[in-house]
């Protein structure tokens, strides 16, 4: 059953903020994360698909709104779907991170024998592709591995946990995490359109590595929580 239009009221809501948030800011990563996990977390907590079809669809709409109307948007649209066009200014970043997995192939040319410098911010949006091009397409796929475990703990952790604040709390850090890598893994290699979120742990910049070692914490502490036995009350004399 749909739920009550009233309850559509903290969608529309977070859906303004995120499209602010691509208009004003030009961030779509940033936008594609606050609407995704307040999505997510909606889902979580209600086990109501309905929420989260509406929710996609509508990004959706907003997205392509924007698209219709921005300039900056169009741009990033263009440079994604055709990035040899615009190979000499906006595609060459993405051209060359390509030029990176395409001779890494499946072995990798070897640990420090790659050409990081020829891509434009290597050490943050890029970080991926600088791997790829060293490890092959078995390095990408031992770390992707990684990745898929840790959110599988995360996920594990939401559902062993006995209280809902805790469920919440680790699903909505879980899904925070998967988030991040999926953006930023799906605009390096053109899944997606390019966004400026972090890889974790692997990108430059220390905020996003004290921010993912936080939300690693927090895993951590519902865990030990959700490990603690019940306590039992003795039976009275």
């Given at each position: 059953m749909l739920p009550p239009a009233r309850a559509f009221g903290p969608i529309l809501a977070v859906w303004a903020v995120s499209l602010s948030v691509l208009v004003v800011q030009k961030d779509l990563g940033?936008?594609?994360?606050?609407?995704?996990?307040?999505?997510?977390?909606?889902?979580?907590?209600?086990?109501?698909?309905?929420?989260?079809?509406i929710?996609?669809?509508?990004?959706?709409?907003?997205?392509?709104?924007?698209?219709?109307?921005?300039?900056?948007?169009?741009?990033?649209?263009?440079?994604?779907?055709?990035?040899?066009?615009?190979?000499?200014?906006?595609?060459?970043q993405l051209a060359q991170g390509l030029f990176a997995f395409g001779t890494g192939g499946v072995f990798g040319v070897g640990l420090g024998q790659?050409?990081?410098?020829?891509?434009?911010?290597?050490?943050?949006?890029?970080?991926?592709?600088?791997?790829?091009?060293e490890t092959g397409l078995i390095g990408l796929t031992a770390l992707l591995l990684c990745?898929?475990?840790?959110?599988?703990?995360?996920?594990s952790v939401a559902a062993r946990c006995r209280d809902e604040f805790?469920?919440?709390?680790?699903?909505?850090?879980?899904?925070?995490?998967?988030?991040?890598?999926?953006v930023i893994l799906g605009g390096v290699t053109r899944l997606l359109p390019l966004t400026g979120v972090t890889l974790p742990f692997m990108s430059y910049g220390g905020s996003s590595l004290v921010a993912n070692y936080a939300l690693v914490a927090l895993?951590?502490?519902v865990s030990a929580e959700a490990a603690r036995e019940p306590q039992t009350q003795e039976p009275a004399a």
């Open positions: 940033l936008s594609l994360l606050v609407f995704g996990i307040f999505v997510a977390m909606l889902y979580v907590a209600t086990a109501r698909a309905t929420y989260a079809v929710g996609m669809a509508l990004f959706g709409a907003g997205a392509f709104t924007a698209w219709t109307i921005f300039g900056h948007v169009q741009q990033r649209i263009g440079t994604w779907l055709d990035p040899w066009t615009v190979y000499d200014t906006a595609g060459y790659g050409r990081p410098d020829m891509i434009p911010a290597i050490s943050t949006d890029f970080i991926f592709a600088a791997f790829g091009e990745y898929f475990l840790f959110v599988a703990r995360g996920f805790g469920q919440l709390l680790a699903a909505g850090l879980t899904v925070l995490f998967a988030l991040q890598v999926f895993l951590l502490r």
